[in-house]
């Protein structure tokens, strides 16, 4: 079993920064990818940034390519946030699973990121 707890959200004007974490347990996720998600009220979950587990390879949406950094260790998984938009306001989840094209065996509960204009 893998159990995932995000911290690290809050509320930062525009054009601040926050990094948010990902603490990881359970005896395999050193072996699986993990990533970030979010979901903005009323919209769908969506792709934020996924990292492989080696470390050597990443993918990230578009409109935060050049903003966010993910990364990891072997205690979770992290993402740095910065020049932050409104639009990047959203709950944003943690996610852990063998396979980095699929992204969604494990899930953490979400931390809130707000960011005013």
């Known amino acids: 079993q893998v159990q995932l707890v995000e911290s690290g959200g809050g509320l930062v004007q525009a054009g601040g920064s926050l990094r948010l974490s990902c603490a990881a347990s359970g005896r395999t996720v050193s072996t699986y990818a993990m990533g970030w998600f979010r979901q903005a009220p009323g919209k769908e979950r969506e792709f934020v940034a996924a990292i492989s587990w080696s470390g050597g390879t990443t993918n990230y949406r578009d409109s935060v390519k050049g903003r966010f950094t993910i990364s990891r260790d072997n205690a979770g998984v992290y993402l740095q946030m910065n020049s932050l938009k409104p639009e990047d306001t959203a709950v944003y989840y943690c996610?852990?699973?063998?396979?980095?094209?699929?992204?969604?065996?494990?899930w953490g509960q979400g931390t809130q990121v707000t960011v005013s204009s």
């Open positions: 996610a852990a699973d063998p396979n980095i094209a699929i992204l969604n065996r494990y």
